[in-house]
């Protein structure tokens, strides 16, 4: 569990623990007017502390979030390459994606190994759950400062490498690119830099690079943006690993992540990325009708396991593009992506 507040008096001596997020209570006969109003302050809020939670305004409906998400001027954005499935609601609404309640979600950044990513994630509590069930935020300034030298050195000079694997496990590479058309896919592979490989019993093998620090667009900071461990093999359950490789082998795995020269992570490596997320945690209990406005930059977040039925649903907006935050793949198009993959069933 992660830490879930801490008073502001504290706060003010210079105590060096993360605090949660700020509750803005809102006066609810206002509701999304109330929140237009404030709107500038909401965004200070945020500017401020990466985060920030508005109680009060009783959001109940999907149509309730996209409410406030318009009165906030939060503009929509598809959600390409998606690693997990969701329900999606009209006017740029999502469901959490879908997790087991009892596993945790790892920290993580929404995209950050597309092309164009949400600047803002807002996410509206319709229902809180019996127990757990938390979203936790970690300053990602915190987090690049709590690693080791070495790794902050070999991601910064490397980048990270993201490979998947569309087959039976995981989400479908038709619905994470929305279409059944390999011409659409190999057009938007291109234009992202993702190589791709189309194997037999029609499964997709990509490969992309991104870079693991980044400079936040309206601050200039640097920031650790990425989800090398969370997409990493070694955060699987080691059961579950172990009898994916034993089935579709170790590059048959749905997802994995490497050093931008494809050298592997050690679990050290891993330990060492989620120690400094776990370090740097916080979280507020949800309650119902809750809103938490993130800047998905600056905050990475995660998901406590939970008992009881969750509803939280989410919209993701205003887009933006990083300079040198895509880059090349650290083998050339047209050779394939050199890595030995076994038949399904093999």
């Known amino acids: ?39 500038d302050m909401v965004e200070a809020a945020v500017h401020k502390d990466g985060a920030v939670v508005l109680r009060g305004l009783g959001v109940a409906s999907t149509a309730d979030v996209a409410k406030v998400a318009d009165a906030l001027g939060i503009g929509r954005m598809a959600e390409p390459e998606r690693f997990a499935s ?18 945790p979600m790892c920290m993580h950044h929404e995209l950050s190994y597309a092309d164009e990513i949400p600047g803002r994630t807002l996410f509206g509590c319709l229902t809180a ?28 000079r490397e980048g990270w490498l993201l490979t998947r694997m569309y087959d039976e496990v995981g989400v479908s590479w038709t619905e994470v690119f929305g279409t059944k058309d390999r011409a659409v896919v190999e057009a938007y592979c291109a234009a992202a830099l993702i190589e791709h490989e189309w194997l037999p019993g029609s499964r997709l093998l990509t490969r992309q690079r991104r870079a693991a620090i980044v400079r936040h667009p309206r601050t200039g900071d640097r920031v650790w943006f990425n989800q090398v461990a969370f ?63 993130v800047d998905n930059l600056r905050m990475a977040h995660a998901r406590d396991p939970y008992d009881g039925y969750r ?20 083998s050339p198009r047209g050779e394939g992506l050199g890595l030995a993959v076994p038949a399904r069933g093999a």
């Open 311 to 330: 509803e939280v649903v989410v919209v993701l907006g205003d887009p933006v593009r990083l300079p040198e935050h895509v880059l090349p793949c650290p």
């Open 231 to 293: 997409l990493n093999e070694r955060t699987l359950d080691p059961i579950i690993r172990h009898r994916l490789i034993e089935i579709y082998g170790s590059s048959g795995l749905p997802f994995n992540t490497a050093f931008g020269d494809g050298g592997a992570l050690s679990d050290d490596d891993v330990e060492a990325i989620n120690l400094a997320y776990r370090e740097a945690s916080v979280a507020r209990p949800w309650q119902d009708g809750d809103v938490l406005l």
């Open 129 to 156: 759950p019996a127990e757990g069930g938390d979203t936790a935020v970690a300053d990602s300034r915190t987090v690049l400062a709590s690693l080791p030298a070495r790794l902050v050195g070999r991601f910064e």
């Open 86 to 103: 969701r329900t999606y609601h009209p006017d740029g609404v999502r469901s959490s994606s879908q997790w087991p309640a009892d596993e």
């Open 1 to 39: 569990m992660v830490p879930k507040s801490k008073d502001d008096a504290s706060a003010a001596a210079g105590d060096a623990l993360p605090v949660a997020p700020r509750v803005i209570a809102v006066q609810s006969e206002g509701g999304t007017a109330w929140v237009a109003a404030h709107r």
